[in-house]
T-cell receptor, first 111, second 115 residues
Framework: TQLLEQSPQFLSIQEGENLTVYCNSSSVFSSLQWYRQEPGEGPVLLVT?????EVKKLKRLTFQFGDARKDSSLHITAAQPGDTGLYLC???????????FGKGITLSVRP | EAGVAQSPRYKIIEKRQSVAFWCNPI?????LYWYQQILGQGPKLLIQFQNNGVVDDSQLPKDRFSAERLKGVDSTLKIQPAKLEDSAVYLC?????????????FGEGSRLTVL
């Protein structure tokens, strides 16, 4: 079983602050995806990273895939209340491209 | 473009009863997934279909859970008999490829409460 550990589990910050959250594994993934899930809804894809060391930016969100393709980080600049949600990382592996999710990081941004 | 449709949104049953969830994926998406998401945890894959064939059902509790995808379109997930620990949100997702680096599109989920 390939496990993805996400940290911190909970994060509550003030609007305008910066933050970084992490997704770590002992396993290598062919690619890694980040999703955001809001209450009562399904997860929505934010980004897919494929190459070791890859950095992708999505407005105020910066995603990095580790060189060894075992870990990833998400950095949010100047967080806004609209960033509130559950952030899930998911690793793709195996012949059937199985997607394994971490437990998620609950982010709350206070106005 | 219509998204992934799921029903019912909410279901409350007593233990040992049965329940069925329905999913209609995005038109043309060959791959369909059922995930179980327990409160406070990430989604756990129950079963993955490619068209109407099963690709992965290694984490499906086959003594009580069953799923089918007739004609490679709609899918149903059944639980019989339900246990207290089955209380969760059941998410259906679809993708246009085999999920290698492709996006999974999720429905809003069906929330099951087992009393």
């Amino acid at each position: 079983t390939q496990l993805l550990e996400q940290s911190p589990q909970f994060l509550s910050i003030q609007e305008g602050e910066n933050l970084t959250v992490y997704c770590n594994s002992s396993s290598v993934f062919s690619s890694l995806q980040w999703y955001r899930q809001e209450p009562g809804e399904g997860p929505v894809l934010l980004v897919t990273v494929v190459t070791g060391g890859e950095v992708k930016k999505l407005k105020r969100l910066t995603f990095q895939f580790g060189d060894a393709r075992k870990d990833s980080s998400l950095h949010i600049t100047a967080a806004q209340p609209g960033d509130t949600g559950l952030y899930l990382c998911a690793g793709v592996s195996g012949a059937n491209s199985k997607l394994t999710f971490g437990k998620g990081i609950t982010l709350s941004v206070r106005p | 473009e219509a998204g992934v449709a799921q029903s019912p949104r909410y279901k409350i049953i007593e233990k040992r009863q049965s329940v069925a969830f329905w999913c209609n994926p995005i038109s043309g998406h060959a791959t369909l997934y059922w995930y179980q998401q327990i409160l406070g945890q990430g989604p756990k894959l129950l079963i993955q279909f490619q068209n109407n064939g099963v690709v992965d059902d290694s984490q499906l509790p086959k003594d009580r859970f069953s799923a089918e995808r007739l004609k490679g379109v709609d899918s149903t997930l059944k639980i019989q008999p339900a246990k207290l620990e089955d209380s969760a949100v059941y998410l259906c997702a679809s993708s246009s490829d085999r999920g290698r680096t492709g996006e999974l599109f999720f429905g809003e989920g069906s929330r099951l409460t087992v009393l």
